[in-house]
């Protein structure tokens, strides 16, 4: 379970994060809507340690995120994360790129590292393209192949930031059959996006975040076609 | 034309030649090598946040770039020499190529680093990476392969840069055509020669360079 417990986070003056807390169960899907700049994707990267917090606190499987004791390297081989720039590693192939964390992190043999990152490639429609170089793939399939990178490592959660914002609209679908396909297998998810379709759909739960806090946060299908907040009305009414 | 060319006296000579060439090639070497070492630590200065390593190197690098390297060699050969430090020729004109190349590289490593997105390493980490091994299998890679050109080309001018040993009295390719056409009086001869030892020299480098390239970067350059 990951426990977010009235989080507080600031840049400098601006805080972006006032006080945010959430809990997400194993097995369940979040999706985060909200405006840009009103903290959603600084909570998913306070999540995976790579931005710190100011106060309140964030558990992992009752493990502290933020403690000074805490072997943040470790922690995160739990947690998957798919940013919105897709950042494949251009250097090496499809294969290598989902093969290199199995076995340098993991410590694994290469043919072992090979197997995993070939079965989750499969796993997302990549099977045809593992010694291809990223660069040479649509934005799409780039995307693809950073969820199977993520999940070769095979985490507990996975954590998407806007993964398909960055995508020409005709690429967006085979991201989001990909994420659907994840949730149906039980994958617990955190997903900041702006798919109102997909929030509805594929989500449990959708949280709105508006200026720091979350001001709405309940069962998907109500959230987006029955707002209770006068504040996720409006937003609502803006994106459709 | 009534040149008569001789080129008997450069062929009996060939072997002091290709000591000659091989001092230039060594001297070139080793100053890229200590460049290289220097210009990583100038790099590193340079990005810094402390005021006086990145002044350091801010300085170290503008002098190199923005100076002939006659007048480095001269400096290090004939400035020192003026405060009691008496180089020899090579020690001199190592030197000034350390001097050059680090101040040249520098800029090439620090933009190098810099054009690898942030995001690179946070992708990395994201996966479990220790920062070690963030910049070991990611960024230094993708870094070596947008600055593995300007460093060759750094090292070809650094050979073609040690012939002006030749004004210290250095003994490498271009001080030892001087002296040998200075004997013989076949001037012409002995430095159409030198040039074409000068030619396959950089035209070697340059091949072997390439080799090492797809070797490395599996045809991706």
């Not at chain 1, 405006?35 to 790579?50: E, M, V």
């Amino acid at each position: 379970m990951i426990s977010v417990q009235n989080v507080h986070k600031s840049f400098g003056d601006l805080e972006v994060l006032k006080g945010v807390s959430l809990d997400v169960q194993k097995g369940e899907v979040v999706s985060v809507i909200g405006g840009s700049g009103s903290g959603k994707s600084t909570l998913l990267y306070c999540i995976n340690a790579i931005e710190t917090i100011n106060s309140g606190k964030i558990l992992v499987d009752d493990v502290d995120v933020h403690a000074k004791s805490t072997n943040k390297d470790k922690l995160r081989q739990k947690l998957g994360m798919v940013f919105q720039q897709w950042n494949s590693f251009p250097h090496m192939t499809v294969l290598e790129n989902a093969a290199l964390a199995p076995r340098i992190v993991k410590k694994m043999s290469k043919e072992e590292a090979m197997e995993i990152a070939k079965k989750e490639l499969e796993h997302v429609g990549l099977g045809d393209k593992l010694d291809v170089y990223p660069t040479k793939m649509s934005g799409g399939q780039q995307q693809r192949l950073a969820i199977a990178r993520a999940l070769a490592m095979k985490p507990d959660y996975m954590l998407l930031d806007e993964v398909t914002s960055a995508l020409d609209p005709e690429l967006v679908g085979e991201v989001l059959d990909t994420l659907r396909l994840l949730a149906e297998e039980g994958m617990t998810m955190i997903c900041v996006t702006h798919e109102m379709g997909f929030a509805r759909d594929v989500s449990d739960r959708v949280a709105y975040f508006h200026q720091g806090v979350i001001a709405e946060i309940g069962e998907a299908r109500q959230v987006i076609t029955d707002p209770q907040n006068p504040l996720t009305q409006k937003f609502l009414s803006k994106v459709r | 034309m009534d040149y008569e060319f001789h080129w008997n006296v450069v062929f009996q000579n060939m072997p002091q030649l290709l000591n000659g060439a091989f001092v230039t090639l060594h001297v070139s070497v080793l100053a890229m090598l200590l460049g290289i070492v220097i210009a990583i630590l100038l790099a590193i200065a340079k990005m810094n946040n402390t005021k006086f390593f990145s002044q350091v190197a801010t300085v170290w690098v503008e002098i190199a770039r923005n100076t002939p390297a006659l007048f480095q060699i001269y400096m290090a050969y004939f400035g020192l020499g003026a405060f009691g430090i008496h180089l020899s020729p090579y020690v001199a004109v190592l030197s000034a190529l350390v001097f050059i190349n680090a101040g040249y590289l520098t800029e090439t490593f620090r933009g190098g680093f810099q054009s690898i997105p942030s995001t690179q390493y946070s992708a990395s980490k994201s996966l479990g990476m220790t920062s070690i091994q963030s910049y070991r299998y990611i960024i230094l890679p993708q870094m070596l392969r947008r600055i593995y050109h300007p460093m060759t080309n750094q090292f070809v001018w650094s050979i073609l840069m040690s012939s002006l040993g030749i004004l210290v009295g250095m003994s490498e390719l271009s001080g030892t055509t001087q002296r040998l056409q200075s004997l013989s009086f076949r001037t012409l001869e002995f430095f159409i020669v030198a040039a074409v030892m000068y030619f396959i020299i950089t035209k070697l480098v340059l091949f072997a360079s390439s080799l090492l390239a797809r070797r490395l970067f599996k045809g991706e350059i």
